[in-house]
């Protein structure tokens, strides 16, 4: 004879032929429950408020982007040239900066919003704005590439933010590049100037030094009483005449000396007798008027443009359907699992007794 205990542990086992029968008889509810869930699904894509996501794409500009910021920037200026990757890396770092979205989430983001959503703290709104508005490396590949998505359930807004926060970030990056060439530039024009009045300042220093040297060379000419040129003839002649200079400046006579001397000092400018004078006034003027054409500089490229999007990103109506439907199929077999081991329980209450 079995014991008890066998029969009992007998009774506590699952047919599996069993319940797929009780399961079968049960499917009408089971499928009534998938439909209702899939109902469900339908009226969620349906009720819930679209949401669309507008994208940017960005590339580092031309090298005829940047060539209005290298004007003048040569190696005699001691200004080393912009390449593509700087540029386009000041324009990545006002595109990711903290600074450039807290002014746009000011500017743009809390304005659109109705009265309602004001209410809430500012904290809340700037983490909402923050999945909002994202800045993402398409592909680590090309280290490049960079696309600005912003979500939105309006469309039309959701692409021009795009682009106006993508705009705003050039214009930004561009206004400090044109900033530290011009401030560069004036830098090197202020060096110019010093080095310019050092060379008056020594071309001064020159002609006071020469009127002391003539004044002397008077001297002697007036005491020798040689008041022109001695007459020599033949080679000496030119021999003598190229070494008046130095110890025998007398010899050029008291009336060249005179009117030297007169001229030096009635003399208005030494600009014109200093050397390379002129080459650094140039430069200076270059450099101290120097002006970059802001319309002429890009420091990024849009990668196609910036459309409005037509379908939205949320919510998927194709997967809430099916969603809803899966989870109303497991509810359905759930909730016959439950009548089937309620039925089972109560048939082996009957038969213990």
Same mark, same amino acid.
């Given at each position: 004879m079995q014991s008890r205990s066998d029969r009992v542990a007998r009774e506590g086992d699952i047919d599996l032929f069993d319940l797929a029968h009780w399961l079968w008889l049960k499917k009408v509810l089971i499928v009534s429950m998938m439909l209702l869930g899939g109902a469900c699904g339908v009226a969620y894509a349906i009720l819930v408020t679209p949401i669309y996501e507008a994208k940017g794409v960005v590339i580092p500009p031309t090298q005829n982007g940047i060539a209005e910021l290298n004007y003048g920037r040569t190696s005699e200026s001691g200004l080393a040239p912009f390449n593509i990757s700087a540029v386009y890396d000041v324009f990545l770092r006002n595109l990711r900066s903290e600074t450039l979205r807290r002014r746009f989430f000011e500017e743009q983001y809390l304005? =659109? !919003?109705? *009265?309602?959503?004001?209410?809430?703290?500012?904290?809340?709104?700037?983490?909402?704005?923050?999945?909002?508005? &994202?800045?993402? !490396?398409?592909?680590? =590949?090309?280290?490049?590439?960079?696309?600005? &998505?912003?979500?939105?359930?309006?469309?039309?807004? +959701? +692409?021009?933010? *795009? =682009?106006?926060?993508?705009? &705003? +970030?050039? +214009? &930004? *990056?561009?206004?400090?590049?044109? =900033?530290?060439?011009?401030?560069?530039a004036e830098v090197l024009a202020r060096n110019l100037s010093r080095q310019i009045n050092m060379l008056r300042e020594t071309g001064r220093k020159v002609r006071e030094d020469l009127i002391i040297q003539l004044n002397e060379a008077l001297a002697v000419a007036q005491a020798i009483g040689l008041h022109k040129p001695p007459l020599i003839s033949g080679n000496l002649s030119s021999e003598v005449s190229a070494g008046m200079d130095g110890e025998l400046t007398y010899m050029r006579g008291t009336n060249a000396l005179e009117a030297e001397i007169r001229n030096l000092k009635e003399r208005k400018s030494d600009d014109p007798f200093i050397h390379s004078l002129r080459d650094l006034q140039s430069k200076y003027d270059f450099y101290k008027y120097l002006e970059v054409d802001s319309e002429a500089v890009s420091v990024f490229r849009f990668d196609g443009p910036t459309s409005q999007p037509d379908i939205p990103v949320k919510p998927k109506r194709v997967m809430a359907v099916a969603g809803g439907a899966a989870l109303g199929l497991v509810v359905g077999v759930l909730i016959a699992m439950f009548g089937y081991l309620l039925g089972r329980r109560s048939r082996e209450a009957t038969v213990g007794t």
């Open positions: 304005p =659109s !919003l109705d *009265a309602k959503s004001k209410q809430r703290s500012e904290a809340d709104l700037y983490r909402d704005f923050s999945r909002t508005l &994202q800045i993402t !490396l398409i592909d680590k =590949s090309v280290p490049d590439r960079y696309s600005v &998505q912003v979500q939105s359930s309006d469309p039309a807004l +959701a +692409a021009r933010w *795009a =682009s106006l926060f993508i705009e &705003q +970030a050039g +214009a &930004q *990056a561009k206004a400090e590049l044109i =900033s530290n060439v011009e401030r560069e």
